[in-house]
Nanobody
Framework: QVQLVESGGGLVQAGESLRLSCTASESIFSINVMGWYRQAPGKQRELVARVDTGGNTNYIDSVKGRWTISRDNAKNTAYLQMNSLKPEDTAVYYC???????????????WGQGTQVTVSS
């Protein structure tokens, strides 16, 4: 069973920073893409940032220049450094990985349990 453990959410004021972490269990064979999604109340879940095995990154426009996604392949961990947080960043943040549980498995997506980020004005 592939498990993703997230940490780092919380309540902060506008302009402050948080760093989210997501670690995949050691049982996973390979990870292609690691990403973070978010879902605000009444809204659809959206991809915020992603990083592939080559370190290439993509961000939604609203976080470009403020946030940085990175990964430590040796630790099966992805990070999301969120600076200059805004109230509109308030949401539940979910880690997502695209990978293979074993060498013969198909590539699948796995999700974390979600961590709440609340930014007060």
């Amino acid at each position: 069973q592939v498990q993703l453990v997230e940490s780092g959410g919380g309540l902060v004021q506008a302009g402050e920073s948080l760093r989210l972490s997501c670690t995949a269990s050691e049982s996973i064979f390979s990870i292609n893409v690691m990403g973070w999604y978010r879902q605000a109340p009444g809204k659809q879940r959206e991809l915020v940032a992603r990083v592939d095995t080559g370190g290439n990154t993509n961000y939604i426009d609203s976080v470009k220049g403020r946030w940085t996604i990175s990964r430590d392949n040796a630790k099966n961990t992805a990070y999301l450094q969120m600076n200059s947080l805004k109230p509109e960043d308030t949401a539940v943040y979910y880690c997502n990985i695209e990978g293979k549980k074993t060498w013969y498995d198909a590539v699948k997506h796995y999700w974390g349990q979600g961590t709440q980020v609340t930014v007060s004005s």
